[in-house]
């Protein structure tokens, strides 16, 4: 297991990342970060260009055939990151477009450094410069901490940022001076002479409303269903059973069903149990595997485990993520890993891409909104996350006040999706503000590092970017038909799975996070948030009363804690103070 990284400028600048170098092209480095949990390959070559990458293509047979025709046959063996760079080599950006998968994808060009993102963000890279005027690139944000020509240290930007939206949601990172490259992106730092510092990013690919009234319901759900069977059998092992991770939610189930329609080995389902005292999903999950005919096996998570757990879980990611399935993500992963697969489908994206929950009040909000200022919508958009965004005066320190003076907001980064002229429809604005920053940098990213770290490849057909594209052309009102959400979704695979999980109103399990704060959390959160380590960001007066049950109405004040808990322990695994 290993993750990617490369530098432009000083050749020695790779070993500080504690990459060993693989290639070397002009003033390009490329090399490899061992023991990161990650599939790094490479180097590969084509042409003057060379690469390496964390690459695993979907459409290997449209890709060769793209090649065929442009007079450039590949092989048909070629590995997937080879296969990748001869696209970009030969066809540039429209190949890479072409291209169906996750990738992130570094070339070494001349005098620049290329970084290729795959459309949607199910891999994730970072790039930074030193002082020297070094570039370095890694999917390793660890390795771009430690690298002493750097000299970085925490960006207090980004710490509002994760506590408004719970991730953080754009190119920023909590390490100062450390960016992230955006998904459907192809950045090139530059290098050669007049260029040098100088970054250049091309989109390759972007969610475009194309509202398509001609069409009837009926012909918007067949397409769907269509696109989505091709997105499930891409996604499908080969010659091995299929691992999904089933809620008992409607897009975890569907994606079960589709698995089990289309693949020719046994399917096998896991899902998750607080304990049946609590409400769950159980019900749904076993009959939709019973339905399906899976080989159900459901986990137990307790509170305890939780407790002990949580550090480590924390430190596998890259960015934190405020969200309390975590650790049960994390032995899900496991689980399935036991079992000796390799590949894990799930259901994540259903809810940015169709029109899940969350839109409705902001939907009634642009109904009523009497406040004209180019400003009220994003800012009402970080209000709706209820997270920590209202408790920032009290929650952070004077001093951390008084630094972010004069700093951008959060609300820059979902400004851009929400404005008048990017999409007519705003329920469109909404999902593509969703699919472009929860989707991006907290559904996927967390499903990719949690899954890697155990050896596993977690796949998601319904962020599929054909799935996604035909999204964007269905009418909005068969998307939010009335109150029932994700309509069109549920329409495409209706013959598919039981009444009752078609039509039933969304739930949801119920994490007990403040069941484990005032439990088997409670000596763990108590030592971090108030012991000598704090990082001195937080008013110590509220992070008492919130650890009392004081200062916020349940049950969001344990939600609360745990954003703050989360960022406190990710900052001890990566050193920032």
Not at 278 to 304: D, F, K, W
Not at 429 to 453: D, M, P, Q, S, Y
């Amino acid at each position: 297991m290993a993750r990617i990284a490369a530098t432009l400028g000083d050749p020695q600048a790779l070993t500080g990342l504690g990459a060993r170098p693989v290639a070397s092209a002009g003033p390009v480095t490329l090399g490899i970060v061992d023991g990161e949990p990650g599939f790094a390959e490479g180097p590969f070559a084509a042409g003057d260009l060379r690469a390496v990458g964390e690459v695993v293509l979907h459409n290997r047979a449209e890709l060769l055939a793209a090649l065929a025709k442009a007079g450039d046959p590949a092989p048909p063996e070629t590995p997937d990151g080879a296969l990748l760079l001869r696209v970009y080599a030969r066809l540039g950006a429209a190949g890479v477009r072409a291209a169906d998968g996750m990738f992130v994808l570094v070339v070494a060009d001349g005098t620049d450094l290329v970084v290729v993102r795959d459309h949607v963000g199910a891999r994730t890279a970072f790039h930074a410069r030193s002082g020297s005027g070094t570039w370095a690139v890694s999917t390793s944000l660890r390795a771009l901490r430690h690298w002493p020509d750097l000299g970085t240290g925490l960006n207090l930007a980004a710490v509002r940022s994760f506590l408004t939206f719970a991730y953080l949601p754009g190119d920023e990172t909590l390490l100062r001076g450390v960016h992230e490259v955006l998904p459907g992106r192809i950045v090139r730092l530059r290098g050669g002479a007049g260029h040098e510092g100088t970054v250049r990013e091309e989109v390759f690919w972007e969610a475009t409303e194309a509202i398509d009234e001609t069409v009837t319901a009926d012909g918007h759900a067949a397409t769907l269903r269509a696109l989505l069977e091709r997105a499930t059998s891409l996604r499908l092992p080969q010659a091995e059973p299929a691992a999904v991770l089933l809620s008992g939610g409607v897009d975890s189930s569907l994606v079960t069903a589709l698995a089990a329609k289309l693949h020719d080995q046994e399917v096998r389902t896991y899902s998750i149990s607080f304990g049946h005292e609590l409400p769950n999903e159980l019900a749904y999950s076993g009959l939709v595997a019973a339905h399906c005919n899976t080989r159900h096996q459901i986990l137990s998570v307790s509170g305890e485990a939780v407790a002990a757990r949580l550090a480590d879980t924390v430190a596998l990611l890259d960015s934190p993520v405020g969200d309390p399935l975590t650790v049960p993500n994390l032995m899900l992963a496991e689980a399935v890993a036991d079992d000796g697969m390799r590949v894990v489908l799930n259901g994540e994206g259903g809810d940015p891409v169709f029109g899940g929950p969350k839109n409705l009040p902001m939907l009634l909000y642009e109904l009523h909104r009497d406040d004209p200022s180019p400003d009220a919508r994003p800012l009402a958009y970080l209000r709706s996350y209820r997270k920590c965004y209202g408790d920032l005066p009290a929650l952070l320190t004077a001093d951390t006040l008084r630094a972010l003076d004069g700093e951008p907001g959060p609300e820059r980064f979902v400004a851009p999706y929400l404005s008048p002229g990017t999409m007519r429809s705003h329920l469109n604005r909404l999902l593509h503000c969703n699919l472009r920053t929860k989707g991006a940098h907290h559904i996927l990213t967390k499903v990719e590092r949690l899954t890697a770290a155990r050896g596993l490849q977690g796949r998601a057909p319904l962020f599929d970017r054909q799935v996604i594209d035909h999204a964007f052309t269905v009418p909005p009102r068969l998307k939010l038909a009335g109150t029932d959400e994700k309509w069109i979704l549920k329409e495409a695979v209706r013959d598919l799975l039981p009444a009752t999980i078609i039509d039933r109103p969304k739930s949801g399990m119920r994490v007990p996070v403040q069941q484990w704060l005032s439990g088997p959390l409670k000596e763990l959160a108590d030592d971090v948030l108030l012991g000598s380590r704090t990082s001195g960001l937080f008013d110590p007066v509220t992070i008492r009363a919130w650890l009392r049950g004081e200062g916020a109405l349940l049950p969001r004040q344990g939600g609360k804690v745990w954003l703050v808990l989360t960022l406190e322990l990710w900052l001890r695994a990566y050193d920032v103070v």
